[in-house]
């Protein structure tokens, strides 16, 4: 497989032409929840909404359990995570919390980033988390 730059930016999981194919059915199941008729139906039983999608059990075990850095890693894309979140009426930091390394809570994210966020250093590469 071919390599990118961004490669070695720790915590980073871009859609890009290596890893789109792969998470086509989730990022499908994912903006049918901008209709209203979906979000009932998906409420309704999630589980058998999620059937009705060719994701692979990983895809669909991410989306029951909410793991949203689980769902970047198996190909969706972070902008349309986001509508799981918006889905469950939660804030936007509960996820940026799951995909922060360490996973953070909400309100520890929210500390976090009250303090100024996270320093770049021993953050640039994998090498530097993997060494740290």
Same mark, same amino acid.
């Given at each position: 497989? #071919? $390599?990118?730059?961004?490669? =070695?930016?720790?915590?980073?999981? &871009? /859609? !890009?032409? @290596? ?31 999620? #059937? $009705?999608?060719?994701?692979? =059990?990983?895809?669909?075990?991410? &989306? /029951? !359990?909410? @793991? ?65």
């Amino acid at each position: 497989m #071919d $390599t990118r730059d961004y490669d =070695d930016v720790p915590g980073t999981y &871009v /859609l !890009d032409s @290596r890893t789109y194919r792969k998470g086509y059915h989730v990022n499908m199941f994912l903006m049918s929840l901008n209709r209203a008729e979906c979000r009932d139906t998906f409420a309704e039983n999630e589980r058998a909404y999620l #059937d $009705t999608f060719p994701m692979t =059990d990983d895809q669909k075990e991410a &989306v /029951l !359990d909410r @793991r949203y850095l689980d769902l970047l890693k198996l190909g969706g894309n972070v902008y349309y995570a986001f509508k799981l979140v918006s889905y469950d009426k939660q804030p936007p930091q509960v996820m940026y919390g799951q995909m922060a390394q360490p996973s953070m809570s909400f309100e520890e994210f929210q500390e976090m980033m009250g303090k100024g966020g996270r320093s770049i250093d021993g953050n640039r590469t994998i090498a530097e988390w993997n060494n740290g």
